[in-house]
């Protein structure tokens, strides 16, 4: 069964192509992306946000992957530029309206590479991400799916050791952006107390993997105010259960 989380996602994604936060410009079949937004969610507060989640019983320890996105550079205005919705892919072969596939989804769901990153239970998701930012990749179903794998290397802690000392504590946000490398930006979460936590990073690459470092003033979703943040605990895995490296 369908999550409240995702079906809010997909009606959003069927029913209204306009931007969300005042400073995105989105649109269908825009022009060629300027480089690729790898999105990585910290399961453990994404489950605080959506407690019922499948994937959230328990929540793993980690960063999970939430899509790749295509990306346009900021202007003085908009700092969240990106395609969305877009029909010319080939895989959507003149459709309206471009869903994945059944047998395409049989294959993307039997990829255990791309299913050792993603949540418990994808094929919500996988469907959302493929309509919203995999219509604009200009590849295959298959193609862009696998592209969560090839380019999952890109998502690196430069001190590793420094961020999981701060899991389970509220520490100031400047000191967690300063664990991560500079072609990256961030997502936080604010709960009904006003405690922030920290939600999603966002790694600016090219389509090799490399670092994106154009851009500057990215800003996607809920903004990480400079105050003490949380990193939540989740469920630490089992060292057979961590996914292996990206290739």
Known sequence: MLTTFFILLLMTAAGNAKPLDANEEAYADGPPASFLVYAVTWQPTFCIMWPLTLGCRPAPQRFLTHGV???????????????????RSPACKGAAVCDVAADDMRKVLANE???????????????????????????????????????????????????????????EFAEIRAVFPANTAFRCYRDVKGEQYLHEVFYLIDAQGQPYLKEKRLQIGVQCEERRTWIPRGMPEAKGDVAPPAA
């Open 69 to 87: 996105w295509p990306y346009s550079n900021s202007t003085a205005t908009h700092t969240n530029r990106h395609p969305q919705l877009c029909t």
């Open 113 to 171: 590479d791309l299913r050792a990153w993603v949540t418990r239970d994808p094929e919500p998701m996988f469907a959302h991400e493929w309509r919203k930012h995999g219509t604009c990749s200009g590849r295959t179903v298959e193609a862009y799916f696998q592209s969560f794998v090839d380019l999952r290397k890109a998502v690196v802690i430069d001190d590793q050791d420094a961020f999981d000392d701060m899991i389970g504590v509220d520490t």
